[in-house]
């Protein structure tokens, strides 16, 4: 199975840079992605790590380490839509290739 | 990205009716679907897998009789919830991966099922 842990809540200023991070568990990995979901509406997917490393996308980037069973979500710039939770979620190997996803964290970003 | 549609976004049922949600990925196929609940104030919780032309895979502790699985093509699967209940009342979202153009593999969700049972 799974185990994916993540902070509940965070709180940024506009403007400033803000990393969160997920720690992960699992029986068999092939994965890790991150979401953005705003209250209401369905998650939109925003990174993917295979491989150890930074992915960077905008002002976006997304890092993994498969021995530590780590991941960071880093957020540049931050603007007021960037208010949001965001999820972190792992694919394993099987034959289905699963989706689980973490807790969640919540972002507010304030003026 | 690839579009995956979802209908109804809104029900309101009576307690012990049933309530089914559609879901169609638009513009790929889709030989596999997954189903999501999500509470007030949690992440989503995967209930099944659902494979085009056999049975569903539920997760454990999600009772297949109470919550069925159609997927009769390649581009549409459906979810029914029987004898509705208060305790069933959540956000439903489904997604779909598109394997194809060497995207990612990431899921697809459609835009999601608020359900509320009276």
């Known amino acids: 199975g799974q185990n994916i842990d993540q902070p509940t809540e965070m709180t940024a200023t506009e403007g400033a840079i803000v990393q969160i991070n997920c720690t992960y568990q699992t029986s068999g990995f092939n994965g890790l992605f991150w979401y953005q979901q705003h209250a209401g509406e369905a998650p939109t997917f925003l990174s993917y790590?295979?491989?150890?490393g930074l992915e960077e996308k905008g002002r976006f980037s997304s890092f993994l380490s498969r021995s530590k069973g780590y991941s960071y979500l880093l957020l540049k710039e931050l603007q007021m839509k960037d208010s949001a939770s965001y999820l972190c979620a792992v694919r394993d190997n099987g034959g289905y290739q699963k989706v689980t996803f973490g807790t969640g964290t919540k972002l507010q970003v304030i003026p | 990205g690839a579009v995956v549609s979802q209908h109804p976004s809104r029900v309101i049922c009576k307690s012990g009716t049933s309530v089914k949600i559609e879901c169609r990925s638009l513009?790929?196929?889709?030989?596999?679907m997954f189903w999501y609940r999500q509470f007030p104030k949690q992440s989503l919780m995967l209930m099944a897998t659902s494979n085009e032309g056999s049975k569903a895979t539920y997760e454990q502790g999600v009772e297949k009789d109470k919550f069925l699985i159609n997927h009769a093509s390649l581009t549409l699967s459906t979810l029914t919830v029987t004898s509705a209940h208060p305790e069933d009342s959540s956000f439903y979202i489904c997604?779909?991966?598109?394997?194809?153009?060497?995207?990612?593999?990431?899921?697809?969700f459609g835009e999601g099922s608020r359900l509320t049972v009276l």
């Open positions: 997604s779909a991966r598109d394997l194809a153009g060497g995207n990612t593999g990431e899921l697809f």
């Open positions: 790590n295979v491989l150890d």
């Open positions: 513009d790929f196929q889709a030989t596999t």
